[in-house]
């Protein structure tokens, strides 16, 4: 039962030069409680306790949940109708965050790859789904979201079929 899980799994994410040069890769998740940041109407600001997904070392992705997600479109200029969202992730912090002196902020107390020598690495949250996931731009693992939020989308009307049957 659990081979047939993992053949699934595997299918679903996509080839890409570098796992096909090492071969099909599992995506391990690891959950925790982090912290994330907002203001409230006052300008005061509240922490919650959020659970999240992450990956083992070396990958880049965590899920979390719709409000999460919601909270970070709304506080965006430019994310307002999209079905996604640009964030920095902050090395020195841990941190997802729209800009560095703003919030929201959502810690996460592991370090992500450096995608270069710089403090920040642009990352992007993807706003669809039962759980949201932020992915550091560049890695496989953001290419695992592109493809999976536009299989989502594509199955869209063919799901709403089904429901409806």
Request: hydrophobic residues 35%; contains cysteine.
């Amino acid at each position: 039962m659990m081979g047939r899980f993992l053949m699934f799994r595997n299918a679903a994410r996509p080839p890409s030069r570098h796992l096909v040069a090492q071969g099909s890769r599992t995506r391990h998740f690891h959950r925790i409680t982090t912290d994330f940041i907002t203001q409230d109407t006052t300008g005061n600001l509240v922490c919650k306790k959020v659970p999240v997904i992450i990956g083992s070392p070396g990958e880049a992705y965590v899920l979390t949940s719709p409000a999460v997600g919601e909270t970070f479109r709304d506080a965006s200029s430019t994310a307002a109708t999209q079905d996604r969202c640009k964030l920095s992730y902050f090395h020195d912090t841990q941190h997802f965050g729209l800009e560095s002196p703003s919030y929201p902020r959502l810690h996460i107390p592991t370090q992500f790859p450096r995608r270069s020598e710089s403090n920040t690495s642009p990352a992007t949250i993807f706003l669809s789904g039962k759980m949201h996931e932020i992915v550091i731009d560049g890695t496989d693992d953001a290419e695992f979201a592109e493809y999976a939020s536009a299989s989502g989308q594509n199955l869209k009307p063919v799901l709403d079929q089904l429901e409806h049957m």
